[in-house]
C-alpha cells in the first residue's frame, strides 16, 4: 500500500502517522489549506502535494479525511481522474462508502475505514490507535485485504454493510458523546446539592471511570451495580421526587432519567432473571 491524504485535519494527522508507524509507505497529503498539509506531512515524513491530479497518480490507496459534508465534493473532483485499480477510503462513522458513487464503474474500489475512537489531537491520538477497533465496509474484491492491513497493526478489525453504517454510528455517538451528557447532568445536580462546578466534576470522576473499566473489563450485565439491579423501588421513587423538584435545571433531565433506568431495568433482568422488578417497572412508568 502507497497511502495518500486528501485532507489535513485531526484525522489526517493521526492516522497517516499511525500507518507510517506501522510500516505502511505514504505518498503525502492534498488539502486546499496549504499550510495544513504541509505540516502534517512534516509531521508524517512524506510530501505535500500542491494538486489532487497528482497525489491521486502518486497513491493506490486515498484516504478522504475532509469533513462529511466535503466527502462527495471531493470525489466528484477526483471520479474524473486516473483511479483504475486504485482504493478510494473515507472515514466517516455515519457515511457509507456508496457515497463513492460509481467507483467500481470507473475500476477503483470503495471504502469506508472507521476508527471507533475519539481523535481530539493532530499530534498525540495517533499513539491511541494501536487501541481502536475498526469498522470497515465496502468493495467486496478487496475487503479482506483491508482488514489484513489494519489487523497487521494490531487492531481489532469488524466488517460491516453500508446498510447499516448509520445504526453502527449511532451506537457510537451514544456510548461516546451521549455519555458526556450525563456527565453534565451529574455535575449540575451536584451543583444544586452545593459543589463548585470543578468539585462536581472531580467528584464524578471515579464513578464514570471505574464503570467505564467494569463494563470493558466485565460486559453491562456484570458491571451493573445501584437501584434499579436491586429492584429498590423506594429509592428510584425518591429520586423522581427530587428531580421533580428540580424541574428548574431542565424537564429532560428526568426524562432521561425515567428512559435510561427503563433501560436499565431490562439489563438487570437479564443479569438477575429470578428477581421481581414489577414494583419497579411501575414505578417508572407513571
Known amino acids: 500500500m502507497r497511502a495518500g491524504f486528501i485532507g489535513a485535519g485531526k484525522v489526517g494527522f493521526s492516522l497517516g502517522k499511525y500507518l507510517a508507524e506501522g510500516g ?55 471520479r474524473s481522474l486516473p483511479i483504475e485499480d486504485k482504493n478510494i477510503c473515507h472515514c466517516s462513522g455515519s457515511i457509507p462508502s456508496t457515497v463513492f458513487f460509481n467507483a467500481e464503474d470507473r475500476g477503483a474500489f470503495r471504502y469506508s475505514i472507521h476508527p471507533l475512537y475519539a ?25 479482506d485485504e483491508m482488514r489484513q492491513c489494519f489487523e497487521a497493526l494490531g487492531n481489532k478489525v469488524g466488517i460491516i454493510s453500508p446498510e447499516v453504517k448509520t445504526l453502527y454510528h449511532a451506537a457510537a455517538v451514544m456510548v461516546s458523546n451521549q455519555m458526556i451528557a450525563l456527565a453534565d447532568i451529574g ?18 470522576a471515579p464513578l464514570i471511570l471505574g464503570n467505564a473499566q467494569a463494563v470493558t473489563s466485565f460486559g453491562a450485565e456484570k458491571a451493573l451495580t445501584g437501584p434499579c439491579e436491586r429492584g429498590d423501588d ?12 428540580a424541574e428548574s435545571l431542565g424537564e429532560e433531565i428526568l426524562r432521561a432519567y425515567r428512559t435510561l433506568s427503563v433501560r436499565l431495568v431490562k439489563i438487570a433482568g437479564r443479569k438477575n432473571p429470578s428477581r421481581d422488578y414489577r414494583k419497579l417497572k411501575k414505578e417508572l412508568e407513571q
Open 24 to 78: 505502511i509507505s505514504l505518498s503525502g497529503y492534498y488539502s486546499r489549506s496549504p499550510a495544513s498539509a504541509k505540516d502534517a506531512a512534516a509531521f508524517t515524513g512524506s510530501r505535500y502535494y500542491e494538486t489532487l491530479a497528482d497525489i491521486v497518480n502518486d497513491s493506490d490507496t486515498l484516504f478522504i479525511t475532509v469533513p462529511d459534508g466535503c466527502i462527495s465534493e471531493i470525489w466528484d473532483d477526483m
Open 119 to 143: 481523535i481530539s489531537s493532530k499530534y498525540e491520538s495517533y499513539k491511541e490507535l494501536p487501541k481502536a477497533y475498526f469498522a470497515i465496509e465496502g468493495s467486496p474484491a478487496r475487503l
Open 234 to 245: 423506594k429509592t428510584v421513587a425518591a429520586h423522581i421526587k427530587a428531580l421533580e423538584a
Open 187 to 204: 455535575a449540575q445536580l451536584l451543583q444544586q446539592c452545593g459543589f463548585e462546578q470543578e468539585d462536581a466534576e472531580k467528584a464524578l
